[in-house]
């Protein structure tokens, strides 16, 4: 999917992405700086972490045939710490905290603490370092089951290393789903496009955070050619995946009455930006068309590009289907 936009001339870099967003909606300038520096260390990160993916040279494919994401056998083991993802969360952490301290200035001073304790060779016994730390983060994302060894909230590490909690949780999230990001990378080419039809991700489980409509041939159960193809962009590790047009994805509804396209009024974009409303489950999520838009688009980036459209949505009592600390607004 990445690579057909590419080959039309349709992507663009972070930076031009960011530059378009503040021109048109200037009130949302440091909440979209703060989110192109982190996509961008994301990036990053992606590329200081290993070439394999988590699940190996051959990872298994019978558990994506009964809807179960790519990475599950990976998510549902975290809470056991394996050493490959500690590894991988530590690495992250080196390009993921300066990026955070950059974005939220507030807690700059504590994602600084929380840096040097991370990178900090050895350890103590009466104290956390380096991957000792960073399974200590990774534990406490995971929250494992209740026969699984017991796990430090976010709030109750935070208080140990004598941080803020924010800057913790900020810390752990973007870490981690920089981790996601790069699996995503790497496992794309494993996801059967015609065979997957669930509301989440293929890779890694996530919700869609925006979706875009592309050109494409489309068959009888995706819905409409002319309209094109509906791809969405997944919340957590950035992959991209098919979903037929006129079903929402939070509860299935397919009944045209229930569903509703929210349009910016006035935009300079309005005919390709809109939120899909669902009044049978009350959640949305925005969508770009780009069947007939010539401008170039940053996929990582979408979600700011459209966050006018999150505003407008819940204002009238909708909720994202994946929210996230950027799209919750009230």
């Not at 703060?34 to 558990?63: D, F, I, M, V, W």
């Not at 991957?131 to 994302?141: R, T, V």
């Amino acid at each position: 999917m990445r690579q057909t936009l590419q080959n039309q001339q349709r992507l663009c870099g972070v930076t031009e992405a960011l530059a378009d967003i503040v021109a048109r909606h200037p009130a949302l300038e440091d909440i979209a700086t703060a989110y192109a520096l982190l996509a961008t260390a994301r990036e990053e990160a992606a590329k200081a972490l290993p070439r394999q993916s988590l699940l190996g040279a051959q990872p298994a494919l019978e558990p994506f045939a009964s809807g179960q994401p790519l990475l599950t056998p990976v998510l549902e083991g975290l809470y056991v710490l394996p050493a490959d993802v500690v590894a991988r969360l530590h690495t992250a952490t080196r390009v993921m905290l300066p990026a955070a301290a950059q974005a939220f200035p507030a807690l700059a001073e504590d994602l600084a603490k929380l840096a040097v304790r991370l990178q900090a060779q050895g350890a103590a016994p009466d104290a956390l370092y380096g991957q000792d730390l960073a399974g200590a983060l990774l534990s406490a994302i995971a929250l494992g089951p209740e026969d699984g060894p017991p796990a430090r909230s976010m709030e109750e590490l935070a208080q140990e290393l004598k941080i803020a909690p924010t800057a913790l949780q900020i810390a752990a999230r973007e870490s981690f789903m920089a981790v996601l990001f790069h699996e995503a990378t790497l496992l794309a080419g494993l996801v059967d496009q015609e065979a997957w039809r669930q509301p989440y991700c293929p890779v890694c489980g996530g919700g869609p955070d925006a979706g875009i409509l592309k050109e494409g041939k489309e068959d009888s159960e995706f819905l409409i050619a002319k309209a094109g193809q509906l791809w969405f962009h997944c919340g957590q590790c950035a992959a991209l995946w098919r979903f037929p047009r006129l079903r929402c994805a939070g509860c299935g509804c397919e009944d045209p009455a229930r569903m509703e396209l929210l349009l910016a009024e006035g935009g300079q974009r309005e005919e390709q930006e809109r939120a899909q409303l669902c009044s049978e489950c009350k959640q949305y999520c925005t969508t770009l068309n780009m069947v007939d838009r010539s401008d170039l688009v940053n996929l990582e980036m979408l979600p700011m590009a459209l966050l006018h459209l999150d505003m407008l949505a819940q204002q009238r009592g909708y909720a994202p289907l994946a929210p996230s600390p950027w799209n919750s607004l009230g």
